[in-house]
């Protein structure tokens, strides 16, 4: 697997172009802004996005979601059932907010839980995890000879030493910290988290020093 990460928008998100080897088709992940340099990027790869995954709806994960759909108008946009209606919704996807309008091309294909999402022979299972919103997702690409660390692609779930907020409509801490432990730290320490925000991290190293998942932070 091969995994190009972009710092994009103003919130500087995490997006991520997954593709294999000796394969064109892409997926890309969080495309939370700056198109054009999305765009450029797949090109200069030389891959095709067949697949636009959105691991929630805040409109810093799907801003650009209308310019990749223009240039590759094959390409799925992916999203949990749960938030699918804030791709279209700028006071749901909260851009409103940030001063700006985000509005998504709808859902492709609505997700759930155990599902798996496939391009370029790479296969990720989706893995729901709710309270940073209420369709807030996981792709787990499981150990296999090439990649043998395992990989989750977190989203706001769980960043390197924090986890997303919950105080954003739709949030629960209490059922996101279930779903982080139950999903993500059920994994072997040394799978690689790639989050929403910020550096890459491991399971073994937020299992240890995170505070929200060490016992540090009172969950109530």
């Known amino acids: 697997m091969i995994v190009k990460s972009l710092v994009v928008g103003d919130i500087e998100s995490c997006c991520y ?23 450029e990027e ?6 095709t996005p067949s697949l636009i995954v959105n691991t ?17 108008p094959q390409a799925q946009i992916c999203i949990h059932e749960a938030d699918a209606h804030m791709l279209v919704k700028p006071v749901k996807n909260l851009s ?3 001063g700006t309008i985000v509005k998504s091309p709808p859902a492709d294909r609505r997700l759930k ?8 022979g790479l296969a990720l299972a989706v893995r729901h995890v709710p309270g940073h919103t209420a369709g807030g997702i996981v792709l787990y690409h499981a150990p296999d000879p090439a990649d043998p660390s395992g990989t989750v692609f977190c989203g706001d779930a769980v960043f390197a030493g924090s986890i997303g907020r919950t105080d954003f409509p739709g ?10 432990h139950e999903q993500i730290l059920s994994l072997p320490d040394e799978t690689i988290l790639y989050p929403g925000h910020g550096p890459a991290t491991t399971v073994g190293e937020e299992r240890r020093s995170n505070p929200y998942l060490a016992g540090g932070v009172d969950e109530e």
């Open 17 to 39: 172009i997954v593709s294999a080897s000796g394969h064109r088709d892409a997926m890309v992940i969080d495309p939370g802004g700056d198109g054009p340099i999305i765009l």
């Open 42 to 47: 797949l090109r200069r790869a030389n891959l």
């Open 56 to 72: 929630h709806g805040h409109a810093d994960h799907i801003a650009a979601n209308a310019a990749l759909k223009e240039a590759s």
């Open 96 to 98: 409103v907010f940030l």
């Open 113 to 120: 839980h155990g599902d798996s999402l496939e391009a370029g």
């Open 171 to 180: 949030g629960d801490l209490k059922l996101l910290l279930k779903g982080i």
